[in-house]
């Protein structure tokens, strides 16, 4: 069974423009989950979708922004990007939700310059 | 505001002996409480959990202990291997909450 796979692994990007990450969980999973990993701060919950539905977010801003396609596939997006916003972008997925069955993908980093 | 908190960035261990990872919480509406591992380039793994309805729980070489009244929980690996080196993630979770609050991790080292 293929695990998570998240794309792109790396993106370097610069002040003020947006991003799209992509995650495609694993197959049969309806939850995929989003966080950020930065040094310090561990995972922060960015937000969490069931099919097609954001059931929980986190404490972020508005510019990050998230969807779920039919297909379980999850993008996300940060709009207006701020040097803080460099991190590891972490999706996992699960069957239903439970934490105790999400599988994480290899994450993206980004880099905002 | 850090709901979940692990206050030691790193800890260093001998081979054979016993590591303890150490974390708290504040949220008393937590009633699910996991730990992560995680490798360099890797996403981090599910490694054992526990309700809190309970106060011990063991998989082979690891057990994590939960002191409710505390607000506390502990990782324990014995023995301790040097492939057991990576961060370590405690997490919590709530019934119908749909999310996980992840510490800022622990990252462990074990030394041959």
């Known amino acids: 069974k293929a695990g998570v796979t998240q794309t792109p692994r790396y993106l370097i990007k610069t002040r003020g423009q947006q991003v799209t990450l992509s995650c495609s969980p694993i197959?049969?999973?309806?939850?995929v989950s989003w966080y950020q990993q930065t040094p310090g701060q561990g995972l922060q919950f960015l937000f969490e979708y069931f099919s097609e539905t954001q059931r929980n977010k986190g404490n972020f801003p508005g510019r990050f922004s998230g969807r779920q396609f039919s297909n379980s596939r999850s993008e996300m997006n940060v709009s207006t990007l701020e040097l803080g916003d460099s991190a590891l972008y972490l999706c996992a997925s699960s069957f239903r939700g439970r934490a105790d069955e999400q599988f994480f993908g290899p994450g993206t980093r980004l880099t905002v310059l | 505001d850090q709901q979940v908190k692990q206050n030691s960035p790193s800890l260093s261990v001998q081979e054979g002996r016993i590591s303890i990872l150490n974390c708290d919480y504040t949220?008393?509406?937590?009633?699910?409480f996991l730990w992560y591992k995680k490798y360099p380039a890797e996403g981090p793994t599910f490694l054992i959990s526990i309700s809190s309805i309970k106060d011990k729980n063991e998989d082979g070489r690891f057990t994590v202990f939960l002191n409710k009244s505390a607000k506390h929980l502990s990782l324990h690996i014995v023995p301790s291997q040097p492939g057991d080196s990576a961060v370590y993630f405690c997490a919590a979770s709530y019934t119908g909450g749909f999310k996980t609050i992840f510490g800022a991790g622990t990252r462990l080292f074990v030394k041959a």
């Open positions: 197959s049969g999973h309806r939850s």
């Open positions: 949220n008393s509406m937590f009633d699910y």
